[in-house]
């Protein structure tokens, strides 16, 4: 006889664990599934190489169609939340203002989702970087900002006693420390405590949904799986979600499903100087713009660094060049710019049955990013830098639509309920329903969305109240 779960959740990101931490709370039947492996802070891998290949999808390496964005997301037991810088910011009116005028949805406005941000902060450590956190790379980029008159704001970090180690570039292949306010860290262990099975290196491939439950089909290390849950919750982020969905042929229901995908699109530029820089070493993030002209702009700028891979690749061309390149990484600062786009992009399944992402750069915001980029350049020169290099790499962070949330079934997926429209047992919200990009790092914001699309979950099943280690009945829905 086959055996039905409450709820099966597929990815273990910021939305999924949050969601199974208050479904257990409930006393629910959950059965998380993750196409990636589990790792902990004593087994991540130690080099940058390995990192990328282990944690993240195709090596973090999946392109856009014309190859001119790199986009990244994670493949391991966290999700995204293990090879992020875990920014935790709220969103302002600005971003929730769009957002409820695109999809209709009236809870999208700072009050109603406040109660929900502080649920979920009240899980976490959040620490606000202060001087003493500051490297070099960050000193610069506060005294050109003072220097200008811009607006800057310390970065909110979730970490938890940290140290004063200088190995905090590993943090985007795994936090060693334990220290990372990662799903692994937080939500996860407490759902895994009120029984939460995770069954990992499961890749779902197809759902099919019945009018008393939802059966999944997968592979778990290259077997054949076949599960049933009354209800199932798509957690899998932008690209995930909604290739499940295309996978279950739901694109006739759905007309809306692989439209309105966004990104925030970056670029990193580089700096040389004479006196060495060591942005690798300490917090490499600890400062960010607070410039009301920048977001008016439509972009923001944060000092940053990465690993000399990725260094690298951000540099064209090779040989003798590109060597001469590199022996200046100790010399090197950078700030990036990222940008909240404005042309959606959209994602299909191709002739060949893999996954295709459409991502244009609409003028306005190659303009945006054009802006940025020789706005850094200038601070660059203004601090006395040697040599400046924007790289030409687009990399696609923050992965969003898709699957975007609103009223009208024709312009969008998935209802104030959280449900995908026409099918009252499937849930989504991940990042994969945002309306558009927000221009903010998204990462809490989809928790606090989790957190409330739970409490729609257990109320559609007659449970009132999360807080109750038991709740007769659930599994009888």
């Given amino acids: 006889m086959k055996h039905i779960h409450d709820f099966i959740i597929v990815g273990s990101g910021a939305s999924g664990s949050v969601i199974a931490h208050e479904l257990m709370l409930a006393g629910a039947d959950v059965l998380m599934l993750e196409a990636g492996k589990r790792f902990s802070a004593g087994t991540f891998p130690d080099n940058e190489l390995d990192a990328n290949a282990q944690l993240m999808w195709n090596g973090g390496m999946d392109a856009s169609k014309d190859a001119s964005t790199l986009f990244i997301r994670g ?74 008159g811009y607006q800057w704001a310390p970065l909110r970090r979730g970490q938890s006693d940290c140290g004063k180690g200088n190995d905090c570039m590993t943090c985007l292949g795994g936090c060693p420390r334990g220290s990372k306010q990662s799903m692994l860290e937080t939500f996860l262990p407490k759902a895994e405590k009120l029984g939460l099975r995770i069954q990992s290196e499961t890749t779902v491939r197809e759902i099919i949904h019945g009018p008393s439950f939802v059966t999944v089909y997968g592979y778990q290390q290259g077997r054949p799986v076949t599960l049933h849950a009354r209800k199932v ?27 309105g995908f966004h990104c925030h699109p970056q670029w990193m530029t580089v700096g040389m100087f004479n006196a060495t820089i060591d942005s690798h070493k300490g917090a490499f993030q600890a400062v960010k713009s607070d410039e009301p002209r920048f977001r008016a702009a439509g972009f923001k700028l944060e000092n940053v660094f990465a690993g000399p891979i990725a260094i690298g690749l951000l540099k064209p061309g090779y040989g003798f060049e590109h060597q001469r390149f590199m022996k200046q990484y100790r010399n090197m600062a950078c700030i990036e710019v990222a940008v909240r786009d404005q042309a959606p992009g959209t994602i299909r399944l191709n002739n060949r049955d893999r996954l295709e992402i459409d991502k244009p750069l609409s003028d306005i915001d190659r303009q945006k990013a054009n802006n940025g980029n020789q706005l850094v350049a200038d601070m660059f020169r203004d601090l006395g830098a040697n040599e400046v290099m ?27 309920r959280f449900q995908v429209h026409g099918l009252r047992n499937l849930y989504i919200a991940d990042s994969s329903i945002f309306p558009n990009a927000p221009g903010i790092n998204p990462s809490l914001t989809i928790m606090a969305i989790s957190h409330k699309a739970a409490q729609n979950m257990l109320g559609d099943c007659g449970v009132t109240s999360a807080f109750k280690k038991q709740v007769p009945g659930v599994a009888n829905v």
């Fill in 75 to 148: 493949k391991v037991v966290g999700g995204g939340t293990i090879i992020n810088q875990c920014l935790l910011d709220r969103f302002d009116d600005i971003a929730w203002d769009s957002w409820r005028s695109q999809s209709g949805i009236d809870f999208f406005n700072s009050q109603a989702m406040s109660s929900h941000y502080d649920s979920v902060e009240s899980h976490l450590a959040l620490h606000y970087m202060e001087k003493q956190d500051w490297n070099t790379n960050a000193e610069l980029y506060v005294k050109v900002f003072e220097q200008k």
């Fill in 233 to 259: 919750v798509l957690a899998s982020g932008a690209l995930g979600t909604t290739e499940l969905l295309l996978r279950s042929q739901l694109h006739d229901i759905l007309p809306a499903l692989g439209r």
């Fill in 390 to 416: 924007t790289s030409p790499l687009q990399i696609g962070l923050h992965l969003m639509g898709g699957c975007s949330i609103g009223q009208d079934e024709r312009q969008s997926v998935v209802n104030e």
